[in-house]
């Protein structure tokens, strides 16, 4: 990375206060945006696990099949659109251009299948009588905390495809460039991170036995 | 080592981590139904998890690449940050075993 991409645009060398940790400042305030979703994640499942704990009725809906097939699917479509983000951010950076928008635009329909299986997940438990406040088998704290939870990742995934796709419309028309595409991967694979703690968290430890 | 050698060994590597952590997945998935005691099941669950997230961010995120005072400035306090929320078990059990009306 040379000095000149590291500082602000329209600035010299110089003139600016060298980046403290040598990233672009883009990629750093991605990181400090990512440690703090993390946080707010955090904070969600731990008041989950505080409503599980307090409740002696938490329901345990989730049979083998349909939910826990259709959430290990889900899974291996997010962690394989994180792997076709890394060969994208990886095609820009070679400056295979092609190579990057197709890759990139592989991920964005993984992350809308992503979205499409977890839209069915919510109408079956929907369709079980399962609502915000109330539901067929206990607590009715769980059905807040079910879709609160899983509805705030849902969010992440619709962002991020929202953003890939603009970023990648942008790349192609040379507003944006190979480092915008590999900042974004960042938060790809953030959003997939977070999955792997939701899993177990909210469906695992609530199979139906 | 060429360029083209090192991207190929460095996407090798990455086809390796994602196969482990799929793999970690499928594991997390037989751990649900060990039928383990319920705290237990959980640290087993949170300790894969764990792992499949430091693949993630080392691999995946290339943090293992970048400055070590980007990490120590990155991962220290987000770590402080979710143990300090572990403060909280306590009361959600008192709730539970110690309320007015538990029999």
Not at chain 1, 44 to 57: I, R
Not at chain 1, 139 to 159: N, W, Y
Not at chain 1, 166 to 189: M, P, T
Not at chain 2, 56 to 77: D, N, Q, T, W
Request: glycine share 8%; with cysteine; net charge positive.
């Amino acid at each position: 990375m040379s000095e000149a991409n590291l500082t602000v645009g329209g600035h010299a060398p110089g003139i600016m206060e060298a980046s403290p940790f040598s990233v672009p400042s883009k990629k750093l305030v991605m990181w400090l945006f990512l440690i703090s979703d993390a946080v707010t994640f955090g904070a969600v499942l731990f008041a989950y696990g505080y409503l599980k704990n307090a409740s002696p009725d938490w329901p345990e809906p989730f049979k083998f099949s349909p939910s826990i097939v259709n959430v290990m699917l889900m899974t291996f479509v997010l962690v394989s659109s994180s792997l076709t983000m890394i060969v994208a951010a990886r095609a820009a950076k070679s400056s295979d251009k092609a190579g990057a928008l197709r890759w990139t635009f592989i991920t964005v329909a993984g992350g809308v299948l992503f979205a499409v299986l977890h839209m069915r997940e919510w109408f079956g438990l929907i369709g079980q009588g399962v609502r915000l406040f109330q539901n067929p088998w206990g607590s009715p704290m769980f059905g807040a905390t079910f879709f609160a939870i899983t509805g705030l990742h849902l969010t992440h995934v619709a962002g991020g495809v929202i953003a890939l796709t603009v970023v990648a419309l942008g790349y192609k028309r040379g507003r944006y460039n190979a480092d915008d595409i590999e900042i974004w991967s960042l938060y790809w694979h953030f959003v997939d991170l977070v999955w792997m703690f939701v899993v177990p968290m909210v469906y695992l430890l609530n199979v139906a036995r | 080592m060429s360029t083209a050698d090192r991207a190929s060994s460095s996407l090798k590597t990455d086809i390796i981590v994602y196969v482990c952590i799929l793999a970690l997945s499928g594991l997390q998935v037989v751990l649900a139904y060990q039928h383990a005691e319920g705290s237990r099941l959980l640290i087993r669950m949170l300790a894969v998890a764990v792992i499949q997230a430091g693949l993630g961010v080392s691999y995946f995120m290339h943090l293992r690449e970048e400055k070590r005072s980007l990490r120590f400035a990155l991962i220290p306090a987000t770590i402080f940050v979710l143990l300090m929320m572990n403060m909280f078990w306590s009361d959600s059990f008192r709730l539970e075993h110690m309320r007015p009306f538990v029999k």
